[in-house]
């Protein structure tokens, strides 16, 4: 089967750090994809892990442990505009490699 | 990075009818499609994956007479909604992968679709 989580809300203060969770399990992993989106609209791509560790983008990174069925997202330097869901995607390697998604997290940034 | 479009943005319609969404991958070519749909407040659901030139695959509970997917070209895709009811009100986002294969997978921006 096939199972992800992630918090359903977060919040955090203008200028900080915020580190959003998502575990998953699965048979036949093939990627983990991070997505922000803003209400109303379509998501837009943040990152991708494949192997461990972390992979570094601006004020955006984003981590992964495949033993662990585990990967974060780390959002630096936080900006009002960065208020929005943030989701966690899974990709699985049979069939046409389809792209599953938690929940999403809700994340509101306050002055 | 690659240009998604879909049509219409929005659509509202009276319950029973049927409401077609185009998809189109504008600078490259899709292999497969991938149709998503959001409820408020809720992520995005797969509904569907399909090939150009053969028939789409479904998710489970998701009914294949009724959301109907053409993915003639390697360029267009469409979802039917037919006899749409108000439960069917929903985002619909496609998104399609390119035949070379990416680690991203792009979004179309989506369709909100309002059945009356």
């Known amino acids: 089967g096939q199972n992800i989580d992630q918090p359903t809300e977060m919040t955090a203060t203008e200028g900080a750090i915020v580190q959003i969770n998502c575990t998953y399990q699965t048979s036949g992993f093939n990627g983990l994809f991070w997505y922000q989106q803003h209400a109303g609209e379509a998501p837009t791509f943040l990152s991708y892990?494949?192997?461990?560790g972390l992979e570094e983008k601006g004020r955006f990174s984003s981590f992964l442990s495949r033993s662990k069925g585990y990967s974060y997202l780390l959002l630096k330097e936080l900006q009002m505009k960065d208020s929005a869901s943030y989701l966690c995607a899974v990709r699985f390697s049979g069939g046409y490699n389809k792209l599953i998604f938690g929940a999403g997290t809700r994340l509101a940034v306050h002055p | 990075g690659a240009v998604v479009s879909q049509h219409p943005s929005r659509v509202i319609c009276k319950s029973g009818t049927s409401v077609k969404i185009e998809c189109r991958s504008l600078?490259?070519?899709?292999?497969?499609m991938f149709w998503y749909r959001q409820f408020p407040k809720q992520s995005l659901m797969l509904m569907a994956t399909?090939?150009?030139?053969?028939?789409?695959?479904?998710e489970q509970g998701v009914e294949k007479d009724k959301f109907l997917i053409n993915h003639a070209s390697l360029t267009l895709s469409t979802l039917t909604v037919t006899s749409a009811h108000p439960e069917d009100s929903s985002f619909y986002i496609c998104?399609?992968?390119?035949?070379?294969?990416?680690?991203?997978?792009?979004f179309g921006p989506g369709t909100r679709l309002t059945v009356l």
């Open positions: 998104s399609p992968r390119p035949s070379g294969g990416y680690n991203e997978q792009f």
């Open positions: 399909s090939n150009e030139g053969s028939k789409a695959t479904y």
């Open positions: 600078d490259f070519q899709a292999t497969t």
């Open positions: 892990n494949v192997l461990d």
